[in-house]
């Protein structure tokens, strides 16, 4: 992080960052010779948590405008959508008309795309990734017993997501190749006991691992979506149903969509509610496994 530093009273002036292209703000002016003034600091991580590109408080009460695009708050909106909708269609099937169930399952598709991106978004802005590691396990820990009451004894996407960051760490700071490769390996072997399975954790080394290409999370969408989308579409031409076809839209119509989204980012955070997003994943497990209980399914 980039810190502020002192400045004369005098020749106040406003220093462009042609890296960033964002500007730090000046001190007020002091009348008494000697005394420095200060512009706040321009770094957008703050305690661990991305506060998106850095907009100077000067050019925001000018005409320029925000960037247009996708915020990480809208991506996190798609995704709870898609995700309640999947839950649903999964908890409730035997209740829902065929159509219904096509629809949710395309909706759930949106889900881990964007939670799979949006943690690596995260593990390359934040300060402290052993605190990032605590949150994620800490919800992981508290989702497990309603996810498990469910859907049975497997790990819920939050240990995915917690394998997948500590596959991103390890990625990066273990020097001895074969080492790495083993770690990877085994991490990815233990998700195989975890929502999405093996598919989750490449996934995400796939997004990060392909973010400086171009085209690079279309590039890991498709290699996804083939990879998951025919053997859903051979089940689904050999054996229409309503699951088969909720299946195939998921990885397909499902993955378009979340394509077209993160394709859309423009880096910035968006409102700030991270706490609201960890708290619903356990909060959304806990009321469908007690509206399961009140139906008597």
């Known amino acids: 992080m980039e810190e502020g530093a002192g400045h004369p009273a005098r020749n ?3 220093q462009q960052r042609a890296a960033t292209g964002s500007a730090a ?19 957008n991580c703050t305690r661990g948590r991305y506060n998106g590109p850095t907009n100077h408080p000067s050019l925001e009460r000018t005409a320029v405008s925000r960037p247009l695009g996708v915020t990480a708050f809208s991506l996190k909106i798609a995704a709870i959508v898609g995700m309640t909708a999947n839950h649903i269609a999964n908890v409730f099937d035997t209740l829902l008309p065929a159509g219904s169930m096509v629809a949710l399952y395309s909706l759930g598709g949106l889900t881990f795309p964007i939670m ?7 593990y390359r802005h934040t300060s402290n990734v052993r605190r990032y590691a605590m949150r994620l396990a800490t919800f992981a820990a508290i989702s497990q017993v309603p996810f498990s009451l469910l859907f049975g004894a497997t790990g819920n996407v939050l240990v995915t997501l917690l394998i997948g960051l500590g596959l991103l760490w390890a990625a990066d700071h273990i020097p001895n190749v074969a080492l790495r490769v083993l770690t990877i390996a085994a991490g990815i072997t233990l998700s195989s006991l975890c929502d999405w399975g093996i598919i989750g954790p490449i996934v995400i080394l796939l997004f990060w691992h392909l973010n400086d ?20 579409l051979s089940w689904a031409v050999t054996d229409p149903s309503a699951l088969s076809l909720g299946v195939l839209g998921y990885y397909t119509a499902g993955f378009g969509l979340a394509t077209i989204l993160i394709a859309n980012y423009n880096g910035q955070r968006g409102r700030p509610m991270k706490w609201f997003f960890y708290a619903y994943y356990p909060a959304h497990l806990l009321a469908l496994w007690i509206a399961k209980f009140l139906l008597g399914l």
């Not at 290409?213 to 859903?232: E, F, I, K």
């Open 213 to 232: 290409r171009p085209r690079g999370s279309a590039l890991t969408m498709l290699v996804a979506g083939l990879a998951l989308g025919l053997p859903a």
């Open 25 to 43: 703000r000046q001190g007020g002016r002091s009348r008494k010779r000697g005394t420095a003034s200060f512009h706040e600091p321009s770094s």
């Open 116 to 122: 799979a991106y949006l943690l690596c978004e995260g």
């Open 12 to 14: 106040e002036r406003i």
